[in-house]
């Protein structure tokens, strides 16, 4: 199983980014996939999830509303469209999988929130 993160950056308050994940060595179509966040100092926080068919979906308080997680089961990845961003929202993005009763987790992706 792979998990590779990409497009985060540097976002000035009130900007947006898309984080992508893009997904290997099992049957992506068949499993839940979450993104959760790490702010430096701080315990890893679960951000959102999504069926594996994309037609549920869940997110954290602090980002409902403003966060929008999707699929594309033919690309084998998933995304998370950020609007509004906030300078708490700076962290290293994560995005994870649990199959077969094993969590992986990428490398993670740097977003800075700062003017």
């Known amino acids: 199983v792979q998990l590779v993160e990409s497009g985060g950056g540097l976002v000035q308050p009130g900007g947006s980014l898309r984080l992508s994940c893009a997904a290997s060595?099992?049957?992506?179509?068949?499993?839940?996939m979450r993104w959760a966040r790490q702010a430096p100092g701080k315990e890893r926080e679960w951000v959102a999830t999504?069926?594996?068919?994309?037609?549920?979906?869940n997110y954290g308080n602090s980002v409902k509303g403003r966060f929008t997680i999707s699929r594309d089961n033919a690309k084998n990845t998933v995304y998370l469209q950020m609007n509004s961003l906030k300078p708490e929202d700076t962290a290293v993005y994560y995005c994870?999988?649990?199959?077969?009763?094993?969590?992986?987790w990428g490398q993670g992706t740097q977003v800075t929130v700062s003017s």
């Open positions: 999504i069926s594996s068919t994309g037609s549920w979906t």
């Open positions: 994870n999988a649990l199959v077969v009763s094993t969590d992986y």
């Open positions: 060595g099992f049957t992506f179509s068949s499993y839940t």
